[in-house]
């Protein structure tokens, strides 16, 4: 197959490259927006520098499969505007592009977000729930789906959708970073009396389900949730990110009312409704069909992220 993978340079694009970059089935073409963080260790690789919204149909000719890796992560900074350029217009381009190309298969990394921010502990998300977006970010996501499903049934390019939680790795940024740099500090935490159900992803273990779903018949045109395995508690997440620091996990309890309360308080009940709530999927829909399974538990993961961070130490 040749593959066409957005978003290369960055923290799953790179993971991808990474993995498959030895594959005898695989021709890779990389797309990096930013040329300055392509790591070095690929650079020999076939790259393409430019923006999404550059890309013409002849940049996809010869390509067989995309893997839409890019977007704009979910952060403070971003505006309704900026998630609809770089998420939801810039999918809809690249597919447009794909299917004036004659491109096989598009594979699309959306999230859980579209599913919703929150799930009953006892009920994870299913992959055929209705969506219900509510932040720019996954209404951003939202947009991009239906766009590329819409430009792809009607040129008959097969999709695939798949949706990860919250992803993690050793080059890992966003939330779970800055609760590592905490851990790392020795700082105690209140969320010892939390019990939420979230789950998780090792960065690793996606782009192994990636593989999967360039490849296999049974992929096409279907949505996909993914998860590690059994969801965990967030006081599970601190031990976890101790463990993987080398230092004790300090908590204490304080009951999630008045942590919630606190948040309000301050004027960020996002912050501590994500610290308290659950998120959920059920990824069996993944299981069965293609046959996958995650090949890092959480417990390996620890250890090939030690591995992963030793490697990149100057």
Not at 94 to 112: D, I, N, P, T
């Amino acid at each position: 197959m040749h593959i066409f993978i957005t978003g290369a340079a960055g923290f799953l694009g790179s993971t991808i490259v990474h993995q498959w970059q030895g594959f005898a089935d695989a021709k890779l073409t990389l797309l990096a927006r930013d040329g300055n963080r392509i790591p070095g260790d690929l650079e020999h690789l076939n790259w393409h520098r430019s923006d999404i919204l550059s890309l013409t149909p002849e940049n996809l000719q010869g390509i067989d499969v995309v893997i839409h890796a890019a977007a704009r992560a979910h952060d403070a900074q971003s505006t309704a505007p900026d998630y609809m350029r770089d998420n939801s217009e810039a999918t809809k381009h690249l597919a447009q592009c794909a299917a004036e190309a004659g491109v096989r298969r598009f594979v699309f990394v959306s999230s859980v977000k579209v599913n919703g921010e929150y799930t009953q502990a006892s009920r994870p998300f299913l992959s055929n729930d209705a969506p219900n977006p509510t932040d720019s970010y996954g209404i951003s996501k939202f947009y991009a789906e239906q766009h590329l499903r819409a430009i792809a049934d009607k040129s008959g390019m097969e999709w695939v959708i798949v949706r990860p939680p919250l992803l993690y790795g050793a080059q890992m940024k966003g939330n779970l970073k800055r609760l590592c740099d905490v851990i790392r500090r020795g700082w105690p935490l209140p969320f010892a009396a939390i019990r939420n159900q979230r789950s998780l992803l090792y960065v690793e273990n996606l782009a192994d389900a990636l593989w999967h779903m360039a490849g296999k018949k049974e992929a096409a045109n279907r949505i996909f949730l993914i998860s590690d395995g059994a969801p965990v508690s967030t006081p599970d997440i601190v031990r976890f990110l101790a463990r993987l620091v080398d230092v004790p996990a300090r908590l204490f309890p304080v009951p999630a009312p008045l942590l919630k309360m606190a948040g309000a308080l301050i004027g960020r009940p996002d912050i501590f409704a994500r610290i308290c709530e659950s998120l959920a999927v059920d990824d069996g829909e993944l299981r069965g069909a293609l046959g996958w399974s995650p090949p890092f538990t959480m417990e390996a993961a620890i250890k090939h992220m030690q591995l992963a961070t030793t490697r990149h130490m100057p």
